[in-house]
C-alpha cells in the first residue's frame, strides 16, 4: 500500500519500520491518520522503551499477547519467541506462557455453560 507522507512527525512509526517490527496491517490506518497512529504506537510501546521490565519479561508478555485467543497474530509470536530466545529465555518459560495464555479461552465455557443450562431448564424436554 502506497503512503501517504505524515503531515506530523512520526519518530516512533519510523523507528519501527527501521527496526523490522512494523506491522504491515497498520498501514491503512496510518494512510488515513498518521497522527492517530503514532499516539496509537507510543500507548502500545513507551512502557517497554523506559524500561522498567527485563526485555526478556517485555518479549514473554509480548509472546502472550500475540497467541492470545483474541489476537492470534503468528508473524508477532515467532517474532517474540525469536527475540526472547534471543535474550536467553528458555523453551519452557516460552512454553509456561503459552500454557497460562491458552486459559483465555476458558471464557468460551464461563460465557456459554450457564446460559445453555438456563436455556435447557427453561425448554421443553425432546421426547424419544
Known amino acids: 500500500m502506497t503512503q501517504t507522507p505524515p503531515t506530523v512527525p512520526t519518530p516512533l512509526c ?10 504491515p496491517l497498520w498501514d491503512p ?4 491518520d498518521p497522527e492517530w ?5 507510543a500507548m502500545g510501546v513507551t512502557p517497554m522503551l ?3 521490565l527485563d526485555p ?4 514473554l508478555i509480548a509472546i502472550a499477547v500475540d497467541a492470545s485467543c483474541t489476537h492470534m ?4 509470536v515467532r517474532r517474540h519467541i525469536r527475540k526472547a530466545l534471543e535474550l536467553g529465555a528458555t523453551k ?3 512454553a509456561a506462557v503459552l500454557q497460562l495464555t491458552s ?10 455453560a450457564p446460559i445453555l443450562l438456563a436455556e435447557l431448564s427453561s425448554a421443553p424436554l425432546p421426547t424419544a
Open 29 to 32: 490506518f496510518y494512510a488515513l
Open 73 to 76: 497474530y503468528v508473524p508477532g
Open 92 to 94: 519452557e518459560e516460552i
Open 14 to 23: 519510523d523507528r519501527l519500520r527501521a527496526a523490522g517490527e512494523w506491522n
Open 103 to 112: 486459559v483465555l479461552g476458558i471464557h468460551t465455557m464461563s460465557l456459554g
Open 37 to 41: 497512529t503514532e499516539k496509537f504506537i
Open 50 to 52: 523506559r524500561g522498567v
Open 56 to 59: 526478556k519479561v517485555v518479549e
